[in-house]
């Protein structure tokens, strides 16, 4: 069975501060690591990683996989409030059946990330 | 371009009602997915489908049904509604070029369901 465990599971910093999400992951036949941000709402897109020690960067946010040891960071630098949300992972992992191969995410619980002024 | 829409977006059901949550999405995406989301679960996986008039299922189906008649839609049924199924439910889509660098999957706004 596939298993991604997010750590920590909340986490409460002040604005200016750097944080580290972290994720691991079980999984067999690996494809990529994505990395989303739920508000309110759905959850939206940050990054998606295949290969290991090529770090995704997107204004304050970064991520970087590390395929040998099953893991991957988020790191935000300089917190604002709205930075405050719950950061999901999700592992992509392929599957064949009769039909064929199909490809299949498991999300972890998610760290709630909140961002105090 | 609407991305990825979920009808209702909220619901009240007794125990024992059944409904159908609809998604659809106009973007030509292959895959569709349904998910539920609870306080502290993530979010879980219930039925997929790959491609029009196939489904699969995922992590957590017992109590769901689902079809894909055409590519752009995608529902899933409740044929018994139980307070178990209180949730917020989650549409995704994505395409499949072949690439993982290049697919990215959108989430619809989500339906949430009460089950009293």
């Known amino acids: 069975e596939d298993k991604v465990v997010q750590s920590p599971l909340s986490l409460v910093v002040h604005e200016g501060d750097t944080v580290t999400l972290n994720c691991s992951y079980e999984v067999t036949n690996f494809r990529s690591l994505l990395w989303y941000k739920q508000e309110k709402k759905a959850p939206t897109f940050l990054f998606m990683l295949?290969?290991?020690?090529i770090e995704k960067k997107s204004g304050r946010l970064s991520s970087i996989l590390d395929k040998k040891e099953l893991f991957s960071i988020l790191n935000i630098t300089a917190t604002q409030t709205g930075d405050s949300a719950i950061y999901l992972c999700a592992v992509e992992a392929r599957r064949w059946n009769s039909g064929g191969s199909n490809y299949k995410l498991t999300f972890g619980k998610g760290t709630l990330l909140t961002v105090n002024p | 371009n609407a991305g990825v829409t979920q009808t209702p977006k909220f619901r009240v059901l007794k125990t024992g009602q059944s409904m159908t949550l609809l998604c659809a999405q106009d973007m030509n995406h292959e895959y569709m997915y349904w998910y539920r989301q609870d306080p502290g679960m993530g979010l879980r996986l219930i039925h997929y489908s790959v491609g029009e008039g196939t489904t699969a299922k995922g992590e957590v189906p017992d109590g769901y049904n689902v079809s894909r008649l055409k590519k752009q839609n995608f529902l899933l049924g409740l044929e018994s509604a139980a307070p178990s199924q209180t949730s917020v439910y989650f549409c995704?889509?994505?395409?499949?070029?072949?690439?993982?660098?290049?697919?990215?999957?959108?989430f619809g706004p989500g339906t949430r369901l009460l089950v009293l």
């Open positions: 295949t290969s290991s020690g």
């Open positions: 995704a889509s994505r395409t499949t070029s072949g690439a993982p660098a290049r697919e990215t999957q959108y």
